[in-house]
Nanobody, 122 residues
Framework: QVQLVESGGGLVQPGGSLRLSCAASGSIFSIDVMGWYRQAPGKQRESVSRITRGGSTRYADSVKGRFTISRDNAKNTVYLQMNGVKPEDAAVYYC????????????????WGQGTQVTVSS
């Protein structure tokens, strides 16, 4: 049973930093893409950042230069370092694992975490 478990959310002051982590557990052969989405109240879920197994990254324009995504393939874990946090970054952040191949079925599918709340307030 594959699961994605996020951690690291919480309260951060404007201009502060926060680091989100997401670990995929279970019998996993490989994961193509890992990333983060977020959803603020009354808004649609949006992509924040993603990273391929080979390390190629992509960021939403709103977070470029402030957020950094990284990944530990051996641990099936993805991180999101959030610096210079702004009030508009407040949202529930969801971890995503795309093209995850599980063992022994070798089935390929996408998985989502339960979400972790990021609150920005002074």
């Amino acid at each position: 049973q594959v699961q994605l478990v996020e951690s690291g959310g919480g309260l951060v002051q404007p201009g502060g930093s926060l680091r989100l982590s997401c670990a995929a557990s279970g019998s996993i052969f490989s994961i193509d893409v890992m990333g983060w989405y977020r959803q603020a109240p009354g808004k649609q879920r949006e992509s924040v950042s993603r990273i391929t197994r080979g390390g190629s990254t992509r960021y939403a324009d709103s977070v470029k230069g402030r957020f950094t995504i990284s990944r530990d393939n051996a641990k099936n874990t993805v991180y999101l370092q959030m610096n210079g946090v702004k009030p508009e970054d407040a949202a529930v952040y969801y971890c995503y694992a795309g093209g995850l191949i599980s063992i022994p079925s070798m089935t390929r599918r996408d998985y989502w975490g339960q979400g972790t709340q990021v609150t920005v307030s002074s």
